[in-house]
T-cell receptor, first 115, second 113 residues
Framework: GAGVSQSPSNKVTEKGKDVELRCDPI?????LYWYRQSLGQGLEFLIY????????KSGLPSDRFSAERTGGSVSTLTIQRTQQEDSAVYLC?????????????FGSGTRLTVV | AQSVTQLGSHVSVSEGALVLLRCNYS??????LFWYVQYPNQGLQLLLK??????LVKGINGFEAEFKKSETSFHLTKPSAHMSDAAEYFC???????????FGKGNQVVVIP
């Protein structure tokens, strides 16, 4: 596609429920990233996929968070047993292999509210 | 590890005045530096970047930034603020072979008419 697409754009869920957030990167971009943006906290790295390599999961805050990327394209971020502190904007980005040349292209994000 | 410091979460500037957003980085290897802008309810958009070569980098919307190795800085400027510049601005750092960007906490810019 022309840009990075994320869905849903907004999600309100009850505490304790599971949620899935979807990211459709730019076609041909080998790298895909998930970040979390909380008020006043900037962007927090969550996970990074590069081609067929094992993902870098070092930023996932707890084992309630997981992500997968199927067929080197679409990615899903899953949060199990959501807590109120999970409320944030979840941003997905993709890039060509050499990020230094191009930077990231970001999606518009999914705003998650846990009530 | 690489990191970025942006001071002052909120920056107010009068319309027509100079916009100056400060970014200092920490990196043990030559850095690649980026500025992103985020408008309300949108993702981040690349403003400009420095990788190698000329240290004064020009970006979109009249913004520019200068890489100063001796000061470990990459400050963002625009000579004359416009109402449409109201947004959040993020500085980020990476390096050769490192495909992750480390972001600062951002500056929320408010333009006063």
């Amino acid at each position: 596609g022309a840009g990075v697409s994320q869905s849903p754009s907004n999600k309100v869920t009850e505490k304790g429920k599971d949620v899935e957030l979807r990211c459709d990167p730019i076609s041909g971009h080998t790298a895909l990233y998930w970040y979390r943006q909380s008020l006043g906290q900037g962007l927090e790295f969550l996970i990074y996929f590069q081609g067929n390599s094992a993902p870098d999961k070092s930023g996932l805050p707890s084992d309630r968070f997981s992500a997968e990327r199927t067929g080197g394209s679409v990615s899903t971020l899953t949060i199990q047993r959501t807590q109120q502190e999970d409320s944030a904007v979840y941003l997905c980005a993709s890039s060509l292999e050499q990020v230094a040349n191009y930077g990231y292209t970001f999606g518009s994000g999914t705003r998650l509210t846990v009530v | 590890a690489q990191s970025v410091t942006q001071l002052g979460s909120h920056v107010s500037v009068s319309e027509g005045a100079l916009v100056l957003l400060r970014c200092n980085y920490s990196s043990s290897v030559p850095p690649y530096l980026f500025w992103y802008v985020q408008y309300p309810n949108q993702g981040l958009q690349l403003l400009l970047k420095y990788t190698t070569g000329a240290t004064l980098v020009k970006g979109i919307n009249g913004f520019e930034a200068e890489f100063k190795k001796s000061e470990t800085s990459f400050h963002l400027t625009k000579p004359s603020a416009h109402m449409s510049d109201a947004a959040e601005y993020f500085c980020a750092v990476s390096s050769y072979g490192n495909n992750r960007l480390a972001f600062g906490k951002g500056n929320q810019v408010v333009v006063i008419p």
